[in-house]
């Protein structure tokens, strides 16, 4: 049966590309090799527009806006955010795209178009860069399907830089008549999730790409790591939640950030057991400690980019599954099973 899947793409953007970044090096001609005009032509070829008064091309972009705008940047630095050995150019510019539309989708928006700047070494294979423009587009289509709504690049900037740097700015619009923040958590309401945890923290714990004859586990987490699936389409139902954060930086960091802008304690419910997180356990973690893994991948591991929102009792929409319940402000901002978080939290970009 033919696909019914409606195209928002400028090009075929899922043909077949390397799994891994092996290959990607085997381009002779380099950025150093080319110009910005070249480099620029390369990218949106590739990339699709967003709805625009004045598009790429220009000194900068027109776009129509109506009511308030959602916006939110982030930036991935190599063998900081990633390596380069482990994920091809594809891999890093979807994994880019995805962590910003998460940060837009817990606002209870979806987003229009993205800004995206490059950093870029001389010695760069230009096939690299035209990969990154790839999975933008494989980015901006899946978030496309998402929304039901186009999603395109704006425009942005080329630079040389001594290591690759991805910086994207993305905007987006409200799907209802309000932006939902992390401050406003009510005691008594409960604590909910949308999309899988931990399962990119298990990815990068097998430290590379896992075998081919590997278990299946291996290869889901691997992928989560290399490219986060956000629940985009769970933003709708944000629209009735009193407060939201999307988990990037670990489940306990990002809850107690939303319980110290609230003024609100939570504690945290036991997490059900993935199957998938426990086979990966089986094979790196020593036996005795494997229980101990999967909970610090749960608890602590960031990067899925699900979204974590408090809804009023008996007003958890579906796609949203309950961990937890909100409590009047005490010295400890997050609980777990009653007991305070002793140990680290999440991801700390300067600790």
């Known amino acids: 049966m033919a696909s019914t899947r409606k195209t928002y793409r400028n090009v075929d953007v899922n043909r077949t590309i390397p799994l891994y970044g092996a290959v990607v090096n085997q381009e002779s001609k380099t950025v150093a090799e080319t110009d910005e005009a070249d480099l620029i032509a390369e990218i949106t070829a590739i990339v699709p527009s967003p709805r625009a008064i004045v598009g790429n091309g220009d000194d900068a972009a027109v776009l129509p806006c109506h009511g308030q705008v959602v916006t939110s940047t982030d930036m991935l630095v ?11 150019g ?33 010695d760069l294979p230009v096939r690299w860069v035209r990969e990154v423009a790839t999975g933008l587009a494989q980015a901006c289509d899946d978030a496309a399907h998402a929304w039901n709504t186009p999603v395109g690049i704006a425009g942005g900037d080329l630079t040389g830089g001594p290591v690759v740097t991805i910086a994207i700015t993305a905007l987006g619009t409200l799907i209802g008549d309000r932006p939902i923040t992390r401050a406003g958590a009510q005691p008594g309401d409960v604590l909910a999730v949308a999309g899988t945890i931990g399962r990119s923290a298990a990815g990068l714990a097998l430290a590379g790409p896992p075998a081919i004859n590997a278990p299946r586990a291996a290869h889901t987490c691997w992928q989560t790591y290399l490219r986060p699936t956000p629940p985009l389409g769970e933003a709708a139902a944000l629209c009735s939640a009193s407060s939201a954060i999307d988990i990037s930086d670990g489940l306990i960091l990002d809850t107690s950030r939303l319980a110290q802008a609230s003024a609100v304690s939570i504690d945290l419910d036991p997490l059900p057991l993935d199957p998938i997180l426990t086979a990966v356990a089986d094979l790196v973690a020593p036996e005795g400690e494997r229980e101990a893994a999967v909970a610090t991948w749960q608890f602590t ?27 009047p402000l005490a010295s400890d901002p997050v609980r777990v099973c009653g007991r305070p978080w002793r140990q680290r939290g999440g991801w700390d970009h300067f600790g």
Request: aromatic share 8%; with cysteine; glycine share 8%.
């Open 78 to 88: 190599a063998n900081r955010h990633f390596r380069m050995e482990w994920s091809t």
């Open 301 to 327: 591991g960031g990067e899925d980019h699900a979204l974590l929102a408090t809804f009023p009792p008996q007003q958890l929409p579906a796609g949203f599954s309950q961990i937890g319940t909100v409590h």
């Open 90 to 122: 594809s891999d890093i510019g979807y994994r880019a795209a995805m962590q910003n539309f998460a940060d837009i989708a817990a606002m209870g928006a979806r987003c229009d178009a993205l800004v995206v700047s490059l950093s870029l070494p001389k």
